[in-house]
């Protein structure tokens, strides 16, 4: 039972253009939220993060919206760059829950394809 | 920077074989992780451990593993490799929330 959902598994985009990638959660207690971007043969890299108590985290090209009463956060990016094409992992945890709160729940991932 | 190494980038290996996956993390951190990755599956976690000689299963362990003597080193080892183990394999250091990963091992069982 998949308490991340990344629902769309691939997403193209053209360069230049605004790349949204979206991510659902089913469990309440779930409080910090990660993305993460991997490329091919490669281990993922943590991109941005965002905590309950904010709606929004930017971080130059990228910023992460938390919709907590939807349970739905979103990654933007933009604009989108060629370089910006890999796999794209949703992750969460309960962080505010010591003792609960050393795994992170992944989502399956979405391929984002940013086109030239 | 953290700094996640893992032994190797590309191993084979033939069924029934015993393989030892070694990691290590310079940043002094308690928590680390195995996972493996599959096309569509995502990241699954294998083991993971939260101090020296302590570990805990993940959500796949069956067929694997692990060792955690020392702070810095974690091992996976699968006790007799069978083909539906060729897998992307990753091993990841915690800081804080976030999980800092190694380059992978690519295993391939034949």
Redesign the interface.
């Known amino acids: 039972d998949q308490q991340v959902k990344q629902n769309s598994?691939s997403l193209s985009v053209q360069e230049g253009r605004i790349s949204i990638l979206n991510c659902d959660y089913t469990n309440s207690m779930f409080d910090?939220f990660?993305w993460y971007k991997k490329y091919p043969?490669?281990?993922?890299?943590?991109l941005i993060?965002i905590s309950s108590i904010k709606d929004k985290n930017e971080d130059g090209r990228f910023t992460v919206f938390l919709n907590k009463s939807a349970k739905h956060l979103s990654l933007h990016i933009v604009p989108s760059q060629p370089g910006d094409s890999a796999v794209y992992?949703c992750a969460a945890?309960p962080?505010g829950n010591a003792g609960n709160?050393?795994?992170?729940i992944?989502?399956?991932?979405t391929s984002l394809a940013v086109n030239p | 920077d953290v700094k996640?190494t893992q032994s190797s980038?590309y191993l084979v290996k033939r069924t029934g074989e015993k393989v030892f996956l070694e990691c290590v993390q310079d940043m002094d951190h308690e928590?680390m992780?195995w996972y493996r990755q599959d096309p569509?599956?995502?990241?699954r976690?294998i083991y993971?451990s939260?101090d020296v000689k302590m570990k805990?299963k993940?959500d796949i362990p069956e067929g694997y593993s692990v060792s955690r003597e020392k702070k810095e080193r974690f091992s996976l080892i699968l006790e007799s490799a069978s083909t539906n183990q060729t897998s992307?394999y990753?091993?990841?250091s915690?800081s804080r929330?976030?999980?800092?990963?190694?380059?992978?091992t690519?295993l391939t069982v034949l």
């Open positions: 598994p910090y990660l043969a490669e281990g993922p890299t943590f993060s992992f945890t962080w709160n050393r795994k992170l992944w989502g399956l991932g | 996640v980038r928590n992780f569509g599956l995502g990241l976690l993971f939260y805990e993940g992307m990753l091993c990841a915690r929330a976030e999980q800092f990963f190694g380059p992978g690519r």
